[in-house]
């Protein structure tokens, strides 16, 4: 198949799924009633699913799933506890992006200069 | 007017996101060009699939030579947690006309739906909320295509010593840590954190679902086990 038309192909057919998951249950439910159970259990959803999205980003290498080095992993691991504490005192996007940086670049300088 | 304040709050308010997100938009951007799109294919891809994940996905397997439908059920496992934020919102987009629904569906993305979630769930009267969302959606979804675009054409100027990657995790950290003020969120998310470590060596992300849904069955036992708890 030539590439550019796989390439919207992928496009295509990706994009149209995507939006029927996202249109999914906002569909279903707006003739049908939420259970009871199922409204509970909804309450869970961004921090299971965020959490499971997160931790991978941050202790493993982008792509192969591979583990890092530790020198590379300890840094990572240690400014994602800093921006989480930000992120829970302060509900800041900003801040916590910028608690996280600036701790990563901080902590990899460190290592960097003790060797 | 307040129509417009509306939107104009939701869509304001999601600036500081989409600065977070503005990373990880270079990152597929740069990932479009590397695999040898067009332009105009990678502004397609980012504007139509609008999710980071698939992106990067369907970039690395096509790279790689992967047939279609490979690529299309990797990339689809990857976005099966729209249906449960599709299915958390839709409580709250129910009074809304049908039309409303499905323009904001496709709005839904993480970042989307963490904002949405608290904006609805603050008790604002629904269409409101829905033009807030609106605004927070729009505002995602344009910074997106530019970011996406500045990846693609100067992304590759960026030094790899920035780890400007860590953005990416850093923008999820600060959606979901103002949740960890309940008990049962706290367990939702330590057990689906230990699943998606300890199932990471499933295919097409499954562990991502997978560690999804046990964290969301947990995090609704303890929350009954809390009211059995408390009733007592």
């Known amino acids: 198949m030539d590439a550019t038309l796989k390439l919207w192909a992928v496009i295509a057919i990706v994009g149209t799924l995507n939006y029927l998951s996202r249109l999914s249950f906002i569909a279903i439910f707006s003739r049908r009633h939420v259970p009871v159970l199922l409204a509970r259990a909804f309450r869970y959803v961004p921090a299971a699913m965020l959490t499971a999205l997160v931790l991978p980003m941050v202790v493993e290498a982008s792509g192969g799933g591979a583990v890092r080095a530790a020198s590379a992993v300890v840094p990572r691991i240690a400014a994602a506890i800093v ?3 930000v992120g829970f005192r302060t509900h800041n996007t900003l801040k916590t992006l910028a608690a996280g940086m600036l701790s990563l670049w901080l902590l990899q300088a460190a290592i960097a200069w003790i060797g | 007017m307040t129509a417009a304040r509306d939107f104009r709050e939701g869509f304001v308010g999601m600036i500081p996101v989409c600065i977070g997100t503005a990373p990880f938009a270079l990152v597929c951007g740069v990932g479009a060009a590397a695999a040898g799109a067009s332009w105009w294919s990678a502004l397609g891809m980012s504007a139509i699939m609008f999710s980071g994940a698939a992106q990067i996905l369907a970039v690395q397997l096509l790279a790689a030579g992967a047939p279609l439908a490979v690529i299309v059920l990797t990339c ?44 609805f769930g603050a008790g604002h009267p629904p269409r409101q909320a829905a033009r807030h969302y609106l605004g927070a959606g729009i505002a995602l979804w344009s910074s997106w295509q530019v970011m996406n675009l500045a990846g693609y054409f100067v992304g590759n100027l960026i030094p790899a010593t920035w780890s400007l990657d860590f953005a990416v995790p850093l923008c999820f950290i600060a959606l979901v840590a103002p949740q960890f003020r309940a008990m049962p969120s706290i367990v939702a998310a330590v057990i689906s954190g230990f699943a998606v470590l300890a199932l990471a060596g499933l295919p097409m992300k499954l562990n991502l679902i997978a560690a999804g849904t046990l964290g969301i069955v947990a995090g609704t036992v303890a929350d009954l086990a809390k009211e059995r708890w408390t009733r007592r």
């Not at chain 2, 249906?83 to 709250?92: E, I, N, R, W």
């Not at chain 2, 839904?108 to 949405?116: C, E, H, S």
């Open chain 2, 76 to 119: 689809f496992v990857a976005g099966l947690r729209f249906l449960m934020y599709s299915a958390a919102m839709a409580p709250y987009l129910r009074p809304l006309p049908q039309r409303w629904q499905q323009g904001l569906a496709f709005l839904l993305t993480d970042q989307a739906f963490a904002a949405g979630v608290r904006h």
């Open chain 1, 83 to 85: 921006a989480g504490f």
